[in-house]
């Protein structure tokens, strides 16, 4: 246990020097990460992979996101190459990461930073948040991490380690900012892109959401949770609402040549901007509700299931041979040699898999794509 007669400010510097020692052993890799022995030897973060990065995390973890990060900075290595991009490639390249208002947002920011600021990113918070897409979390988080403003980088890593280190009973979301007032009081001037990156990797590696390891934790002698044995219940939440269970129905017509009947979605409402079969309006965005055109329509004998942030979707799938000449209501025929059933969002991929399996058994061809 700590010396008692310790001031807070003192307390928090001593939890601080400690955290970033733990952090200089055990940093984790990530590829948009400057480390900290590099850090050391003085590179310096580049903003536009940081900023990438964090858009990318948003709602989304570490994992998921590693190959998108890739592939992406492999395309547009710098924001000026994103600004000039495709806005249909950067939405197929996205396709499978969700969120999608993230990708649009990405294009408008970068497309801002070009237009607006010389292409440099500007060097703050405060400057960062007039970015398209960039609240206050990613701009605390890139203005500590690419230029090491002593921001307070609060994100679910974070709060569980601050809610433990100092037994903060009340529930989230309620306890948000008090969460943050205490993750601030932790902030040093000192390497405080490098504190929150170790806040997060200690609430990632250590101080896990089911069983921290409270023996290897460096903040331990600090840590009330840990002293008072309930550090594994907290954070305390309340209880979440039950999503509702919303239905519709997504209409997939294919020509005899193999060509597909795709839409781009409306950039307002779920899945905005990126390509889908045409359908009910299960996201109540007022898009219009009946099939795209006059066809045989028949089940493809599996529904497809996928849950929103608000709600649970269930979609009937129904499927159509139609002719050469079929004149849809929207949407547009796409060749087969240039369908790529990658380039959709997860949901949209869902049905065409439903969708080829229906054809390939009933042509006894197999699945195909
Ligand atoms: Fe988390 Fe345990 Fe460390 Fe406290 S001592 S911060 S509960 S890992």
């Not at 899945?271 to 299960?282: A, E, K």
């Not at 079929?326 to 025929?333: I, L, M, S, V």
Request: charged residues 25%; neutral net charge.
């Amino acid at each position: 246990m700590r010396d008692t007669e310790e001031s807070p400010e003192a307390a928090a510097a001593d939890m601080s020097a400690r955290l970033l020692v733990w952090y200089d052993r055990h940093a984790r890799v990530m590829p948009w990460r400057v480390g900290p022995a590099e850090r050391r030897s003085g590179v310096r973060p580049d903003p536009y992979r940081v900023w990438l990065s964090e858009i990318m995390l948003q709602q989304t973890t570490v994992a998921a996101v590693r190959d998108y990060f890739r592939r992406f900075t492999e395309r547009w290595p710098d924001v000026a190459a994103l600004a000039a991009a495709e806005d249909a490639e950067v939405m197929a390249k996205w396709a499978g990461l969700g969120y999608y208002a993230r990708a649009r947002n990405l294009l408008k920011g970068a497309r801002a930073v070009v237009a607006d600021h010389g292409g440099v990113f500007p060097g703050t918070r405060d400057g960062l948040m007039t970015l398209p897409g960039v609240g206050p979390y990613t701009a605390a988080a890139v203005a500590a991490i690419a230029f090491d403003e002593p921001a307070t980088v609060v994100d679910g890593n974070v709060e569980r380690v601050v809610s433990r280190l100092f037994r903060v009973e009340v529930p989230l979301p309620a306890a948000k900012p008090v969460l943050t007032r205490l993750a601030a009081t932790l902030t040093p001037l000192d390497r405080p892109g490098d504190h929150a990156q170790a806040m997060m990797d200690l609430g990632a590696t250590i101080c896990t959401p089911r069983k921290p390891v409270c023996s290897l934790c460096p903040l331990n002698p600090d840590c009330q949770g840990f002293r008072e044995g309930v550090a594994a219940e907290l954070p305390r939440k309340a209880p979440k609402a039950e999503k509702p269970l919303r239905e519709g129905t997504l209409w997939i017509a294919r020509r005899a040549d193999g060509a597909v009947l795709l839409e781009t979605r409306p950039e307002t409402g779920m899945l905005g901007g990126m390509l889908g079969w045409p359908g009910t309006d299960w996201d109540r965005s007022g898009r219009p509700s009946g099939p795209p055109l006059e066809a045989e329509w028949q089940d493809a004998g599996a529904e497809v299931r996928h849950t929103f942030t608000h709600f649970h979707l269930r979609l009937t799938v129904l499927l159509a041979e139609v002719p050469q000449d079929a004149a849809p209501d929207r949407g547009a025929f796409v060749p087969q040699a240039l369908f790529q059933p990658a380039a959709l969002p997860t949901l949209m991929r869902k049905a065409w898999n439903v969708a080829a399996a229906a054809i390939g058994h009933r042509k006894g061809e197999g699945r195909l794509a």
